[in-house]
């Protein structure tokens, strides 16, 4: 799948150390930054455009990057999402459902305002209650009660023994509470409410145009490495690839597929390529809570009984895929098939669970079984500038699903409408489609991340289900899920996970594609550490 002079390294239980397409990759400490002899600006062209500045508003990949730069979380993560000291020097629980977090003292927000755990407080209480969030970051949140302790100690509460609390308050920015009267979505991006603690201060922002932070000489963690930073959104392709080879910009992620071979061929002294695997699963989630679905019917047009309902139709699906081909082609061999929700060698993945086989006439038995021997007629819904070839994967789905028997459509369109419809566009709040091409990176690094987000049944108020845009529902699955949160023995808990993702993948509560491996360009001169997470951050672009 990869270029002969490029290497992967499996880290147990976490994931895949990041490559270099040309020399393997070195693990480099990502904890504190060291300020640098030279600085000088950098200018990075993106290709998702972050939705908001605003750190609790959207849990959304390209969001949380720029978060970063801004704001500190409490517990960071290094470039395969191993924890490390961030705001909270230590962690550690004290009795079964409590952690004492103490927090890192002398640390002062962008305004000179001092960091304390007043400022924990608020941002763990706003943080999941952001109003019209696309994706809430409740699923982080829930069920932990925060309590001051003095103004350096705090204690997370849980109902029951919760071992992933270090995991999933390492995903919360820090805001100031300072910002208490000016903290809505719209302030963040005028800048009024832009204030952090991290090593890059809030400049700018015009949507669609550019975002500048400029470096934080009083970082807690020491001055970074470039004076300002720009971050160009350039969701074209071409356009991207035509800028840092023209030198307008000095970085670029998202490097279509199709430009990797001839950039490693013909561009070695202008360009270096920097690759490596996520944690991010491409799948499929389908209605599964109504009878009637907005877009699945009759070949003739007319209503039908939602046929996403059954069982044997999703199987039917998914065996009407023929992942290989989309890795192959659509893919360009940079993407790697999945049978499950994470990559092996991450914590909860199965190692019981297979690639579902590409079996059309299998397909077409089961489809002939549920009582569509003639097929019906459905639409994929897909974003077209959020994943690498999202619009041709979910093209490729559709015609796979046409030789199954399906009359098909497809529909895609922007992230920032597909999210919101796909999400809450129907009447009621409720998802408006029927099947949807979408993304998941597990950023707690684990398991439960995606089990927690896309398997359990929604419930608002409790986290759980906040991305379940199919509604799949399963109290055997959810009971699984639950007594694995719960379980502190890591061995068991690992057992419980792969357990839930087993039962998961059976029912088909989702159908997986692929995982990403990701490629990011610098101009020559210039390094980027890959990550896991498939962050692109300033701070991982250095001198060579």
């Known amino acids: 799948m990869f270029p002969s002079k490029t290497r992967i390294k499996k880290l147990p239980k976490r994931g895949f150390m ?6 393997a990759a070195t693990s480099v400490a990502v904890g504190l930054l060291t300020g640098a002899a030279y600085a000088e600006d950098l200018t990075i062209g993106l290709a998702s455009e972050p939705t908001s500045i605003d750190p609790h508003y959207h849990n959304l990949t390209p969001n949380h990057a720029l978060s970063r730069h801004i704001f500190d979380t409490l517990i960071g993560q290094d470039q395969v999402q191993n924890l490390y000291p961030a705001l909270a020097v230590s962690w550690k629980p004290i009795d079964d459902t409590t952690w004492e977090v103490r927090l ?9 305002t001092d960091f304390n755990a007043d400022d924990v407080i608020f941002s763990f209480e706003r943080a999941p209650n952001v109003p019209n969030s696309p994706s809430s970051m409740g699923t982080y949140t829930s069920g932990k009660t925060l309590v001051k302790v003095d103004d350096f100690t705090i204690h997370v509460k849980t109902e029951a023994p919760y071992p992933l609390v270090p995991n999933e308050i390492s995903q919360i920015a820090i805001v100031s ?12 991006n005028s800048g009024k409410a832009a204030i952090g603690t991290g090593p890059y201060k809030f400049k700018s922002y015009v949507p669609g145009g550019k975002i500048e932070v400029t470096g934080n000489a009083d970082y807690w963690g020491g001055a970074p490495e470039w004076d300002k930073v720009t971050f160009r959104p350039i969701p074209s392709a071409p356009a991207r690839v035509a800028a840092v080879l023209a030198g307008d910009v000095d970085a670029i992620d998202g490097v279509p597929t199709s430009d990797i071979e001839a950039l490693k061929r013909s561009d070695g002294d202008k360009v270096s390529l920097w690759q490596g695997s996520s944690n991010r699963v491409i799948y499929l989630h389908m209605d599964q809570f109504r009878e009637n679905s907005p877009f699945a019917k009759g070949k003739d047009g007319s209503a039908i009984k939602n046929p996403l ?5 999703r199987k039917a699906l998914s065996k009407a895929i023929h992942r290989n081909a989309i890795v192959e082609r659509v893919m360009e061999k940079v993407a790697i098939p999945a049978g499950q929700l994470l990559p092996e060698g991450f914590f909860g993945a199965s190692d019981k669970l297979e ?3 590409y079996d059309l006439e299998g397909a077409k038995e089961l489809l002939a079984q549920a009582g569509y021997p003639d097929g019906f007629e459905l639409t994929i819904h897909s974003p077209n500038d959020r994943y690498i070839n999202d619009a041709k994967i979910a093209e490729a789905i559709g015609q796979m699903f046409t030789r199954a028997g399906l009359k098909m459509h497809v529909e895609t369109m922007p992230r920032t409408v597909f999210f919101q419809r796909a999400s809450s566009g129907a009447e009621g709040g409720l998802p408006e489609f029927s099947l949807i091409l979408a993304g998941w990176s597990a950023g707690s690094g684990e398991a439960s991340s995606p089990l927690k987000s896309l398997i359990h049944t929604f419930d608002n108020e409790r986290g759980f289900g906040a991305s379940n845009r199919g509604r799949h529902s399963s109290p055997q699955i959810d009971a699984k899920i639950e007594q694995a949160l719960s379980t502190v023995d890591d061995e068991a808990r690992e057992a419980l996970l792969a357990e839930a993702t087993e039962m998961a993948i059976e029912e088909l509560a989702i159908i997986p594609l692929h995982f990403q491996v990701n490629t990011w360009a610098t101009r020559s001169g210039l390094t980027y550490q890959p990550r896991t997470d498939e962050f692109t951050l300033a701070m991982g672009v250095t001198r060579e």
């Open 18 to 23: 990041p490559m270099r397409k040309y020399l």
């Open 104 to 112: 890192r003292e002398g640390v002062k927000f962008h305004d000179g």
């Open 177 to 188: 509470d300072s910002i208490k009267d000016a903290a809505t979505t719209a302030d963040f």
């Open 309 to 313: 309902l059954d069982a044997r139709v």
């Open 355 to 357: 690639v579902e086989g």
